[in-house]
């Protein structure tokens, strides 16, 4: 027994031993945190009713009523935008005196009411506060985010906010303030680094004017960043701080300022932060962080990262944590930054890449979701800004797909070809034949999704001029054989044609159009078609007006009723004007705007032949009249 008492005893000196040498190592590589004590501001008074006033509605915004509390709010804003000295000074004072006993609510609603205050007309309101009175909000406002950690969640946005309005106009004296704060070694509170990244983010290109003591202050402590919520808030603080360089050098051939210091930033982000980090939150910071930095140090400098910066960033789709548009907007900035001088680089990578991005491409959108908007939106500009720089392969990667047989690689293909149409249509235009021939091979498919996804492609074709090379012929009959479904896909099909038809002078319309309503007679929807047919009439016209003239007659444009097979048509319409519906009345119109035309249109004998067999028309009045 005593020899087990011995070895236990042994054992447990070990491993105080090894804790106390654990905890003098972290001591070593952590700074001491300063001690912070929150100052109120002086109140300055008007020595008047006004103060009187001003705490009646402090007062009531400890109200149990919600309607009080919003009154009185409102009331010190109101006053605050005529006497801001008094109302500011007061607000900040009674919140610093109260704290402890208001309830979260009534604290945040009375620092609302401060920060509304400067957010009107902040220039002036600024001004007005005097340099004494000012710098006493500046050291208040700094000293609560601070301590912001004691303070209630929903109150540390609205200091952030305020402190950011200050800066605003005063931005190197609260980043002054602010670097106070900061310990001899290591980071300072992390609502202090959210603060000052708020601060960069309202000033933009001025702050990279004061950047040089903040990041010297900043440089020396990556090493130290241990925990989640101080990565995040450090990487936050990089973003906007990045974002301010590239808004300061947008323009301008100098070298980007910080770029070296910067550079190490992103080698400690993407091989030490990325890969052990597990907040949600800091990773979503981390990524955007990466995603932005490329753009504030330049390409050059990118380079040497990008073999493992983009993989890195796809990886992180697996991680359902993490918002998918941030991701995808990390990788479009990055292929934004780096794409047109890294293209050796991006080479090796481009098949992997457009594989990952793919994926993401949905054919159903729920656009009511923001971020699922978004991450849709940052993809296909990602494949957009690699078909810049790589089109064959992007076009060659987009015919395998649309050769698959697998639904959604048909689909995401369909969708980018459409994308790619809208947004690339010069550089596409002499390959319009090969994604002509791709979209084809989807014509046999029979799923729902994909044949609404090609009659969506087939109108965009259309719009941008691709519907006038071989093979074009089919898609367009491919969109009026469908026409005639009561479904979702008919619906897509008639909207299509509609489009199509006022793109008439660029889409093999005709014969195809008056074709197949000769055929398609039973469709339920004959009258949606022949309005169709009918505003493809009037743009075939009006573009041959434009090009002849209407006014030259030797070179006024011929009618096209005025070849073979035009009889059957003509005979189509008068053989419709007994109707009594819509398909009566506009056969009824057409008649009469065809006779018009009688010099162009083949409607002698037909017309009178035609009156004599149906002399049981009901509408033969209408009939004889266009005769």
């Not at 007062?59 to 009080?68: N, P, R, T």
């Not at 109108?459 to 979702?488: M, W, Y």
């Not at 006022?502 to 949606?528: A, F």
Request: aromatic share 4%; proline share 5%; net charge neutral.
């Amino acid at each position: 027994v005593a020899e087990v008492a011995a070895e236990k005893q042994t054992a447990m000196n070990f491993f105080k031993e090894a804790i106390s040498s654990t905890v003098d190592k972290l001591a070593s590589v952590s700074s001491p945190q300063k001690t912070f004590t929150v100052k109120a501001v002086p109140r300055v008074q008007s020595g008047t009713l006004l103060d009187s006033v001003v705490d009646a509605n402090l007062a009531g915004i400890q109200d149990k009523e919600q309607v009080v509390r919003a009154g009185c709010s409102e009331c010190l804003v109101s006053l605050g935008s005529r006497h801001p000295k008094y109302l500011l000074t007061a607000v900040l004072n009674f919140v610093e005196v109260n704290r402890s006993k208001l309830h979260p609510v009534h604290l945040a609603l009375v620092l609302k009411s401060a920060q509304a205050i400067l957010a009107q007309e902040t220039d002036s309101i600024i001004e007005s506060l005097g340099d004494e009175v000012l710098q006493s909000v500046i050291d208040y406002l700094v000293s609560m985010l601070a301590t912001a950690k004691d303070l209630p969640g929903e109150v540390r946005p609205i200091i952030v906010r305020s402190f950011a309005l200050v800066g605003s106009q005063r931005h190197q004296d609260c980043l002054q303030a602010a670097l106070q704060t900061f310990p001899d070694s290591g980071l300072p509170p992390p609502h202090i680094l959210e603060g000052v990244g708020a601060l960069a983010e309202v000033c933009g290109e001025r702050f990279v004017d004061i950047m040089p003591p903040l990041m010297a202050k900043l440089l020396p402590t990556v090493s130290t960043v241990r925990t989640d919520p101080a990565r995040c808030a450090f990487a936050t603080l990089v973003s906007q701080l990045s974002a301010g360089i590239v808004s300061r050098a947008h323009g301008s051939s100098n070298a980007k300022p910080h770029a070296t210091e910067l550079t190490g930033l992103m080698e400690t982000f993407l091989k030490v932060w990325l890969p052990n980090v597990r907040a949600p939150d800091a990773r979503q910071a981390i990524v955007v962080a990466l995603g932005r930095l490329p753009a504030a140090i330049g390409s050059d400098a990118v380079e040497p990262f990008l073999d493992k910066l983009l993989p890195a960033l796809v990886q992180q789709f697996k991680f359902k944590d993490v918002r998918l548009a941030a991701v995808s907007g990390a990788i479009a900035s990055v292929l934004d930054a780096c794409a047109s001088d890294c293209g050796r680089v991006l080479m090796q990578q481009i098949e992997q890449l457009l594989a990952a991005l793919f994926v993401h491409v949905k054919a159903q959108v729920d656009y009511a979701n923001a971020q699922a908007a978004r991450h849709q939106a940052e993809v296909l500009r990602c494949i957009e800004i690699l078909s810049g720089v790589f089109l064959e392969q992007v076009v060659a990667g987009l015919l395998q797909r649309l050769a698959s047989r697998d639904t959604d690689h048909r689909l995401s293909a369909l969708i980018v070809t459409k994308h790619l149409c809208l947004r690339l249509c010069l550089q596409l235009q002499p390959r319009k034949e090969t994604i002509v021939s791709g979209v084809l091979r989807t014509l046999d498919d029979r799923k729902e999704a994909v044949q609404i996804a090609l009659l969506q492609t087939a109108t965009t074709l259309g719009q941008q001029g691709f519907l006038d090379c071989s093979g074009s012929a089919d898609i367009v009959t491919f969109v009026l054989q469908h026409t005639s479904l009561n479904n979702n896909i008919g619906f897509e099909a008639r909207q299509s044609l509609k489009l199509l038809c006022k793109e008439g002078s660029r889409v093999p319309l005709w014969p195809e159009v008056l074709g197949l309503v000769m055929v398609k007679q039973c469709n339920p929807h004959i009258s949606d078609v022949l309005e169709c047919v009918y505003t493809a009439i009037e743009e075939r016209f009006a573009s041959a007006e434009q090009v002849h003239g209407v006014s030259e007659s030797p070179s006024a444009p011929k009618g096209f009723l005025d070849c073979s097979g035009s009889a059957d048509i003509v005979t189509f319409v008068l053989q419709h004007t007994s109707l009594n519906n819509n398909i009566g009345f506009e056969a009824r119109q057409s008649l009469k705007l065809l006779c018009k035309e009688g010099s162009r249109v083949p409607l002698w004998p037909e017309v009178l032949g035609l009156v004599m067999v149906k002399q049981c028309n009901p509408h033969i009045s209408d009939v004889l009249e266009c005769v």
